[in-house]
């Protein structure tokens, strides 16, 4: 059994609940990050949707525009308008979850650096935190059963 970690927004109206583990966690450098969350990053938990149950509150989903002009929707409290989670592609089985909003996001280290090319030069990187100028190859990052279920996800 996984689990159950909880989170929610900052008012309080948004409370879920989070199966862990999560299929993957980046801190995420790149400069859509760094706008979208008014930050030197971002850390997303890549979670299956359905390990995600939201209780309560409402969300909305608002369109942010992106570099390479894909679909990416931010989910915030209507309340208080903190951002929960993210759509990028529309992608229905898949959501990046904020850390940040979790009860205690110390669970949920980052498990990679991604496009650090653009990282802020006073951000210092962890040296056993893998991370990449740009993406990588998730087939030689992930566990292979973390994988196993990204690939089970239905579009």
Same mark, same amino acid.
């Given at each position: ?52 149950? %939201?209780?309560? +509150? ?10 390479? +002009?894909?679909? %990416? ?34 669970? &949920?280290?980052?498990?990679? %650096? ?5 990282? &802020?030069?006073?951000?210092? &990187? ?30």
């Amino acid at each position: 059994m996984s689990e159950i970690i909880e989170g929610g927004c900052a008012c309080g109206d948004v409370r879920y609940k989070l199966q862990i583990p999560p299929l993957f966690v980046h801190c995420c450098h790149c400069r859509e990050c760094q706008t979208h969350s008014g930050s030197a990053f971002v850390i997303n938990a890549l979670v299956e949707t359905d390990r995600i149950d %939201h209780f309560s +509150g409402e969300l909305v989903a608002i369109s942010v525009p992106t570099n390479s +002009g894909g679909p %990416h929707d931010i989910y915030h409290c209507v309340r208080c308008q903190t951002a929960l989670w993210s759509d990028y592609g529309r992608r229905a089985g898949m959501r990046f979850l904020r850390v940040g909003t979790l009860d205690d996001p110390a669970k &949920l280290p980052p498990d990679v %650096h991604i496009f650090t090319r653009s990282k &802020l030069p006073w951000v210092t &990187l962890p040296e056993d935190v893998p991370a990449f100028r740009v993406y990588y190859d998730m087939k030689e990052v992930w566990p292979a059963d973390r994988l196993a279920r990204r690939h089970a996800i239905k579009k």
